[in-house]
């Protein structure tokens, strides 16, 4: 994950007769990024993704007073497999057992507390939660509703090579100082693939402990496994068991 840096020499330019700061091109992964010079806070970031020119492809994060910009593709075997499994899984939860919204990648989830607004790979909100005010469903500039306001029930993030300092240092802060009871974590880039739960403390988030690779959730009232097998050609097939 890199961050897109403001830089110095930003001259002004004249548009429409009125003086607009310019804002800053910035070259990764093959991919030209430009961030507008009006993009200074997290309302400004909330605009700018409604804007046509917002580029759609990436994960783009407004973090801390800066934006964060992840222009690389997603592997297949460490980081699609994964986040389809939990898609399946908790999505499936979500219509009977647990019922409540389970929102896949793409979804914009703005939280004004922790000053954050992103894609967070998966997304959950419990029925209690959309009936009540800790959450707002937001339309977007045409048509139909693209961004949660507030504080869900579970997030998931699945790290990449790209995201290690985001999903493992700033996120574990800024999700709770969002106040978010659930954050899963899922690392399969290695050989052993890694799968935690945090869970909201009062001053900060604690590991939930794992017990026969079992680790239990509070939000869904259910304990889970993260099964991980090999094909004959070394690539990783995933099964998100429950209890």
């Known amino acids: ?19 607009e700061r310019q804002g ?5 992964n093959d991919v030209n ?11 400004s970031f909330r605009r700018w993704t409604d804007d046509k020119d917002y580029p759609d492809r990436g994960c783009i994060w407004w973090l801390r007073g800066e934006v964060w910009a992840d222009m690389s593709k997603e592997q297949i075997f460490s980081h699609l497999a994964v986040k389809q499994e ?5 999505g499936n939860l979500a219509k009977t057992e647990c019922p409540g919204m389970l929102i896949p990648d793409g979804l914009l989830l703005s939280n004004f507390a922790a000053d954050i607004s992103g894609n967070p790979d998966a997304t959950f909100i419990s029925a209690p939660t959309l009936d009540s005010d800790r959450v707002r469903l937001i339309e977007g500039a045409n048509r ?4 949660v306001q507030g504080t869900p029930d579970m997030v998931l993030e699945v790290v990449s090579d790209s995201s290690v300092k985001k999903d493992l240092e700033l996120l574990i802060e800024d999700y709770w100082k969002a106040q978010i009871p659930e954050y899963w974590v899922v690392d399969a880039r290695e050989e052993s693939t890694r799968f935690d739960i945090w869970k909201l403390g009062p001053r900060g988030y604690r590991k939930a402990p794992v017990r026969g690779r079992w680790i239990a959730s509070s939000v869904f009232a259910k304990s889970f496994r993260l099964d991980v097998q090999e094909d004959r050609f070394k690539r990783k097939n995933y099964t998100l068991e429950v209890r």
């Open 144 to 147: 139909g509703f693209v961004e």
């Open 1 to 19: 994950m890199k961050t897109v840096e403001r830089k110095p020499r930003a001259r002004s330019k004249s548009v429409n007769g009125k003086t």
């Open 24 to 28: 800053t091109w910035v070259f990764m």
């Open 86 to 90: 939990f898609f399946r899984v908790l």
């Open 33 to 43: 990024l430009y961030v507008p010079g009006w993009v200074v806070d997290i309302d």
